[in-house]
C-alpha cells in the first residue's frame, strides 16, 4: 500500500489540517506524532527506504527503541501539509537503544522532524506505559485562549484545572484527571521534555506558559477534541475574565462531585478546594 493511502496517514493530515483552521498554528507554530501500530508499518513497508543515516533524539527513550512515528517537520507550516504531506512530514524508526532515530520515508526536500522531538518522544513513553499501550497521539498547539490565561492565572494545576471545569460542564468529564502546568522554559530541548513528561504521568493535558499546549490520546479524535475542548473552555474564561464582573454563579464543588457520580469518573479532591 502506498503510505499516503493508509489510513493512519490521511487521519493524522486531516488533524494537521483541522489544528490550521482553527488558528492554532501560526507559521510553523505546533507540532504532531503518531506511534504508528506494528500491522499498519506492515503495509506500507514498500515504500519506506532504510539507508539513511541515524541521528541524534536529544534524549533517550528505551521503552519505545524499535517504535516507528508519523511526525510533522521542523520548520513546516501545518497549512501545507494537506498540500504536500510527503515535504512536511516523515516516518521515522527508533533504534535498539532509544536514543536514535532516522527517516525511513518522507521530508523529500529535505529537514528534519520537529525541534520537540524530545517532549513528544517523552511523552509518548510515559503516556504508553500510563495507558497500557493505547495512547498512540501526542499533540502539541499555539492555543490562543489557554495562552492568554497564561499571562492572568497563577502557573499552577489546581487553578488552571478548577477554573476550565467550571467553564463546561462537559469538562471535567472529558479532561477528569486535570491540567499540568510548566512555567516558562526554553522550548525545543530535553529540559521541557523532562518537566512535561513528568506532569504527563497523571495528565492528559500540560500547559506551557506563554507558549502552548501539549496532549495526549488513544486516536486523533480523542486527542483532538481534548485540545478542543481545553481551548474552548480557555475561550469563555477569557470571555467571563473580559465582562470584568466577578462570577455571580458557577459549577460548586458539590456540584463537581454529583457530576463524578453519574458520569463514573474520578476527580481528584485537590481540584475541588473551597474558594
Ligand atoms: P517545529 O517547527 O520545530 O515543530 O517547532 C514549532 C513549535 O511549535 C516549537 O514549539
Ligand atoms: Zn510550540
Same mark, same amino acid.
Given at each position: 500500500m502506498k503510505v499516503l493511502d493508509a489510513k493512519f496517514v490521511q487521519g493524522f493530515i486531516r488533524m494537521c489540517n483541522d489544528g490550521w483552521l482553527q488558528g492554532w498554528h501560526e507559521r510553523n507554530g505546533g507540532n504532531l506524532s503518531y506511534r504508528i501500530k506494528e500491522e499498519e508499518i506492515a503495509e506500507i /513497508? &514498500? %515504500?519506506? /527506504? %532504510? &539507508?539513511a543515516d541515524w541521528q541524534e533524539i536529544g534524549t533517550t527513550v528505551p521503552k519505545l527503541a524499535g517504535e516507528y512515528f508519523l511526525v510533522t517537520g521542523s520548520g513546516k507550516y501545518f497549512r501545507n501539509v494537506i498540500l504536500d504531506p510527503e515535504d512536511s512530514l516523515s516516518i521515522i524508526e527508533l533504534d535498539e537503544s532509544g536514543s536514535k532515530y532516522r527517516i525511513l520515508w518522507g521530508m523529500v526536500n529535505g529537514g528534519r522532524p520537529t525541534s520537540e522531538l524530545p517532549s513528544h518522544l517523552m511523552n509518548h513513553e510515559v503516556k504508553m506505559i500510563a495507558s497500557g499501550g493505547k495512547h498512540r497521539v501526542i499533540y502539541h498547539a499555539h492555543t490562543t485562549n489557554t495562552i492568554a490565561l497564561t499571562f492572568v492565572l497563577p502557573l499552577e494545576d489546581e487553578v488552571f484545572t478548577r477554573e476550565l471545569w467550571e467553564m463546561a460542564t462537559e469538562c471535567p468529564v472529558v479532561f477528569p484527571s486535570g491540567i499540568g502546568v510548566v512555567g516558562w522554559m526554553v522550548p525545543g530541548g530535553r529540559d521541557i521534555a523532562v518537566a512535561t513528561s513528568e506532569l504527563m504521568k497523571q495528565y492528559d493535558v500540560a500547559i506551557w506558559a506563554h507558549h502552548g499546549m501539549f496532549c495526549s490520546g488513544e486516536d486523533f479524535d480523542l486527542t483532538f477534541g481534548l485540545m478542543h475542548t481545553v481551548e474552548k473552555s480557555a475561550e469563555i474564561l477569557v470571555k467571563v475574565l473580559s465582562m470584568g464582573s466577578k462570577k455571580l454563579q458557577t459549577i460548586t464543588p458539590d456540584e463537581f462531585r454529583a457530576l463524578a457520580k453519574d458520569f463514573k469518573v474520578d476527580l481528584p479532591e485537590k481540584f475541588l478546594y473551597e474558594k
Open positions: /513497508k &514498500d %515504500e519506506l /527506504k %532504510e &539507508d
